[in-house]
């Protein structure tokens, strides 16, 4: 009989750890929602000034996808050749330094295939550069780790890049640049904003999973109520 105790007991402590889990993946979808209305209303935001260097210290992923603008002069450095996929296929994006009087900034300048690559030149002169804000993507891409010494780049991590062509201190967030009119390649504006959010689907797994315990542990402790009868 004791046996059967604890067996219902386990069930039950069970059943707590998966309700438990159940209200955690519910936070989680609150959480993501909310997220989701924040960069709507950031997308549909007026652009404001990129934060200068005095704000550097403070960027989070909650800055994320704001609209920025930024304006400086072209660094006279060669094109970093960010490995990337879109909709036009395999290729790269293509980040420039831009000074500005808050402090040096990567952009994005946009995208432009494999076959095209050697096509891009440095831009020059003066710029007014709008777009989306991006914190930087450290250490590399999935599975693969940035190589500076052989200029592979698999994410756009503004601090190893900053290190690898001597900039200097940069921005710890670049801009995607809206897509420029008329231009072919890089092609700005090939931002995807998509988040998943299946957290209401792993709530009601984890729920449904904790009443299967709880009815388990029921059943077990019924048993051993019939076999006393």
């Known amino acids: 009989m004791r046996a ?3 067996l219902a007991g386990i069930a039950l402590l069970l059943a707590a750890v998966l309700a438990g889990l159940g209200v955690w993946q519910v936070e989680r979808r609150a959480w993501k929602l909310a997220l989701i209305d924040r960069v709507e209303a950031r997308l549909a935001a007026a652009a404001q000034p990129a934060p200068p260097r005095a704000r550097w210290a403070t960027i989070t992923d909650d800055d994320a996808y704001a609209r920025v603008t930024a304006t400086g002069t072209w660094r006279a450095a060669p094109p970093v050749f960010t490995q990337a996929v ?5 290729g790269y994006w293509v980040l420039a330094p831009l000074d500005t ?3 040096t900034l990567l952009v994005n300048r946009g995208f432009v295939p494999t076959d095209a690559r050697k096509t891009i030149t440095p831009p020059k002169g003066p710029a007014r550069v709008t777009g989306l804000l ?3 993507e450290p250490d590399g891409g999935f599975l693969r780790d940035n190589d500076p010494a ?3 780049w698999y994410s756009r991590d503004t601090a190893a890049i900053a290190r690898a062509r001597r900039l200097g ?3 710890p967030y670049f801009i995607d640049a809206e897509a420029a009119p008329g231009a072919q390649w890089p092609r700005g504006g090939l931002t995807v ?3 998943r959010n299946n957290h209401l689907v792993y709530a009601l797994t984890w729920f449904t999973l904790a009443a299967m315990m709880a009815f388990f542990a029921w059943r077990i402790a019924r048993g051993r109520g ?3 009868r």
């Open 101 to 103: 009087a808050g402090g």
């Open 150 to 152: 052989d200029d592979r």
């Open 193 to 195: 904003v998509r988040f």
């Open 169 to 171: 201190p940069v921005a």
């Open 134 to 136: 991006r914190v930087t």
């Open 4 to 6: 059967r105790w604890v």
């Open 226 to 228: 019939r076999a006393e």
């Open 86 to 90: 879109t909709d036009f296929g395999a």
